[in-house]
Every structure is written in C-alpha cells, then in structure tokens.
C-alpha cells in the first residue's frame, strides 16, 4: 500500500500545472459573469426582486429589474471583453443561462450574447435557438432575437433559416410565431431579397388568435409596403376581404396617404352584415 500511495503522489505531481483550473477555467467565468450581470440589473434597477413590467405588457408574465435601457447597453459594454473571452459553445451555453432566468434583463442580456456571436452561428446552432426562444417572456425578447440575430442566420443561410421560421409560424409558442414575421422587418424589408417569403409567412398568420402575433404581421407587412408596395397592397387587400384582424390592416397602413388607406378600408365593406344595435335599456 505505500508504495501504490507514492505511486499516486509522484503521477499527480508529473502533471502538467494548471490542466484541472484551465478545464473549470469557462465555467467559472460563466458563473462570474451571470453573477456579476445580476448584481448590476439589481443595482441599477433599485430592487432585489423582479416586478410585472405593466407599461408596455398586458399580462404580469414578464418580470423586470427596471433597468432603463442606456444604463442596460452600458452595463453590457462592460462585460463585452470577458464575454468574447468565451468560446462560442460557451457562450451559448451562457446565454441559454440568462434566459432560463425568466426575467427581463437578464433574458435580453442572453439575447445581447447571442448577436455578439451571429456571424459565427450556423444551422447546427438552431435547436440551441429553439430552446432559448422558449424561454421567452415577452415580445420584446421576440423583437430583440428577430433583428440582431435571425437577420444574419437568414442572410448567412437562407435555404435552412427559411425552413425554420416555416416551422415556427406553425409553433402552438406565440414567441415563435412572431419571430418567424418580425424577422422580415426593417433592414431586411428594405433589401427586398425575401419580400414574397415575408408575404406568404404573413398571409399563413393573418387570421392568428394572439394580439402579439396579428401586431407581427401588421408591422412586416408595413415595412414591406415601402419597398414593394404593390405586391403588399394586394395582399392587404386580399386580407381585407377575408375579414382579417382590423390589427393587422392597420398596422400595415401606418403612415400610409389617407387616400390608399381610403382605398384598402373600402374594400368588402359591401360584403359586411351591418352592424345590428342593441336598443338601449337603462342600467345596462
């Protein structure tokens, strides 16, 4: 037995120093990280305990620190360097962290890291996305994924980026589903590379039963009248037709010319029961 004992002793003191910390080295600076944001959103929001964020949310689902957004992208600023320090795989890992946090900051801040790496993400990254997006909690989660990330997957990797938001717009996940329009929004709207997959993803979710969806729409559809407008006004108007959400029709007419706004509300009316008013009976 002594002699198996120094055996032992003389094979760890032959290792190389420093091989144990280096493999527990990202774990630790995953954990400083995730710590460290957290007691800066907490700092900066005044609170130790999230809150409903009432303002712009409906339902009391999204919890917040109350951190305004400048003093967010400093607080972000300020880890950037640690963050790229990370392996890809790390930081992933990282953000999936973050999000399953179910809280506003610190689910953005997930986001945040997940466009630092956009242009290293590749399809086999996309059941990763799949998961995070689940652990959203609200549209602005939803908002913030579509525009700096899934933007740079779609120019990267049309081909496998279309199919996946196919599958999203057909997700029972409302997130999911706003993603798979909002995508096409802004700076891809203004390309018009993907216009017409925008137009059919937009009339598969026209007659949507969620409010946040519809809103997805009516804004894809919005950002894609500038650029091809007839295409999109043929379609809004199709839309009109079939009785589609009024959410939609006027989102995708804002700052539209009260004449081609005349145009699309005018359009079914005559196809439309009147209204039937109930006669008025005094206490209801």
């Not at 493999?23 to 700092?43: M, N, S, W």
């Not at 992208?73 to 795989?89: A, D, P, T, V």
């Not at 997930?110 to 652990?135: K, W």
């Not at 203004?190 to 997805?216: I, M, N, P």
């Amino acid at each position: 037995m002594p002699d198996a004992r120094a055996h032992q002793r003389r094979v760890r003191r032959s290792r190389r120093p420093g091989t144990r910390s280096a493999t527990l080295e990202p774990q630790r600076i995953r954990r400083q990280i995730l710590d460290g944001l957290t007691r800066a959103f907490v700092r900066e929001g005044g609170r130790t305990t999230p809150v409903p964020e009432r303002r712009f949310h409906k339902d009391e689902e999204y919890l917040v620190y109350g951190v305004p957004t400048p003093e967010f992208r400093h607080i972000m600023r300020s880890f950037h360097s640690r963050i790229l320090s990370l392996s890809l795989r790390d930081r992933l890992s990282l953000a999936r962290s973050l999000l399953e946090t179910h809280i506003g900051e610190p689910g953005h801040a997930g986001i945040y890291i997940l466009a630092l790496s956009a242009e290293s993400l590749q399809p086999r990254h996309f059941g990763t996305l799949d998961r995070c997006v689940e652990n959203f909690r609200s549209w602005s989660q939803v908002d913030h994924l579509a525009l700096e990330v899934m933007r740079h997957l779609l120019w990267n990797y049309p081909g496998e980026t279309l199919t996946l938001l196919e599958c999203w717009s057909r997700s029972p996940l409302r997130w999911k589903r706003r993603a798979s329009v909002v995508t096409f929004t802004r700076k891809l709207a203004e390309s018009g590379r993907f216009t017409g997959h925008a137009l059919r993803l937009c009339k598969s979710l026209a007659h949507d039963t969620d409010d946040l969806v519809r809103k997805g729409v009516g804004w894809a559809l919005k950002d894609a009248m500038r650029y091809a407008p007839e295409k999109v006004l043929r379609l809004i108007k199709d839309l009109r037709r079939q009785n589609a959400s009024s959410t939609i029709i006027l989102y995708a007419l804002r700052g539209q010319s009260e004449q081609i706004r005349r145009e699309v509300l005018s359009v079914g009316c005559s196809d439309r029961r009147p209204t039937r008013r109930r006669p008025y009976r005094k206490g209801t």
